[in-house]
């Protein structure tokens, strides 16, 4: 099943559902070949990591800076699943339903 903002392309900012704080810049998605939104980099400073070892993996968690919300995992796969883009490389792998969106020109 498709996540909400996988296929979602409008200019803006993806924030946090839970706090407000803003996340993403729409400038920063990219079309990967998985079902979840995917974003090469994130605003300075509103996302933290840590381990996340739940399912016998080693991979990194990643959460709001400001609320601690789990928002999804941050991968080094970005080349390798569609993003072209000369600062290709990490993969924000972000969950739709925890995420809201703010148009550029919205107040």
Not at 28 to 43: E, V
Request: glycine share 10%; net charge positive; aromatic share 10%.
């Amino acid at each position: 099943m498709e996540e909400k903002y996988t296929n979602f392309w409008q200019n803006g900012v993806y924030k946090c559902g839970k706090c407000g704080s803003p996340l993403i810049c729409s400038s920063d998605k990219f079309k990967s070949t998985t079902a979840w939104p995917s974003f090469r980099d994130a605003t300075a400073g509103a996302i933290k990591t840590r381990p996340d070892y739940s399912l016998g993996v080693a991979r990194t968690e990643v959460l709001c800076a400001k609320c601690g919300q789990h928002l999804g995992h941050l991968f080094d796969d970005g080349k390798i699943l569609g993003d072209s883009h000369s600062k290709a490389g990490n993969r924000y792998c972000i969950l739709s339903n925890v995420l809201d969106f703010k148009k550029k020109n919205e107040s």
